[in-house]
């Protein structure tokens, strides 16, 4: 728990990272996310500011791997017109 420290991007990663590699891998970044805002008392809408692109790249690549997001082509379309 999170107690008279200031959070910033590298320590709330690392919580993320912990919770993730904690529960083997079965766990999303989502609900990690989550699960670190509840243990904390934190609001999940106030982390945006925290959430670090290596963690946004891993939350956008689960949300496209369970269709909440659009899959991105790899090619580029021009090439064929």
Do not use: W
Not at 23 to 43: F, H, P, Q, R, S
Not at 56 to 68: C, F, G, P, R, T
């Amino acid at each position: 728990m999170i107690e008279n420290q200031f959070l910033t991007k590298s320590k709330f990663t690392k919580l993320i990272e912990a919770t993730v590699s904690d529960n083997k891998g079965e766990m999303l970044y989502m609900d990690a996310i989550l699960d670190v805002c509840e243990k904390n008392n934190i609001e999940p809408e106030d982390v945006r500011k925290f959430i670090s692109p290596i963690i946004k790249d891993k939350l956008e690549s689960e949300a496209m791997q369970l269709n909440y997001l659009p899959k991105t082509n790899m090619i580029d379309s021009s090439l064929f017109e």
